[in-house]
């Protein structure tokens, strides 16, 4: 007989967690990032304010994926939207409605926030990523993008 799928927690990260959101950060960017995400968990991931959410899924003893977002109000003229800067899902446990649910999950936080938008921002070549936020039914914001190089 199948032994039954491990129940999945969606929930605030705790500082025992990091070890594990480092290793699978690394993993999809290759570049291991500790410092940052110590700052991060500092910034976000003390529950001290409905506008910031860092939340962590939790499945069989491990943490298998993770989505960080904030409620940012007015910035650039735009009126208080969630932004999504974050979301990765080990790459062992893709595929399986996971990175949806941790979407649902910082989009309720957001709501919870009384905020009605969701944003977030893609590299045009990121053909995995858009195409998960395109599933979610994603589509290109009213704002653009600027950038030059400083040198
Ligand atoms: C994007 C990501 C979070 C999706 O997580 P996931 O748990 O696999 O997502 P889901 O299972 O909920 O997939 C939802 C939908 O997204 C789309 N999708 C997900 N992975 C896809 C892929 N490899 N190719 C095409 N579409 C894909 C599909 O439409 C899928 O729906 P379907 O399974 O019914 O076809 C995950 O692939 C990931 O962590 N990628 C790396 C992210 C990254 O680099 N983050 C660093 C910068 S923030």
């Known amino acids: 007989m ?87 899902v080990r790459p062992g446990a893709r595929l399986a409605g996971l990175g949806t649910k941790l979407l649902e999950a910082v989009c309720t936080g957001f709501r919870r926030a009384s905020v009605a938008t969701v944003r977030t921002q893609v590299s045009r070549d990121n053909n995995l990523v858009l195409s998960f936020f395109r599933s979610q039914g994603m589509m290109a914001a009213p704002v653009i993008t600027l950038e030059r190089s400083l040198d």
């Open 2 to 88: 199948n032994s039954p799928a491990p129940a999945l927690v969606i929930r605030p990260v705790e500082a025992a967690d990091l070890g594990q959101v480092i290793a699978i950060d690394a993993e999809s960017t290759r570049i291991e990032k500790t410092d940052y995400w110590y700052e991060l968990f500092h910034r976000f991931g003390t529950g001290r304010t409905r506008q910031r959410l860092f939340l962590v899924a939790e499945a069989d003893n491990a943490i298998q994926g993770f989505v960080i977002g904030e409620v940012r109000d007015w910035e650039f003229g735009s009126p208080p939207c969630g932004w999504v800067f974050a979301i990765n």
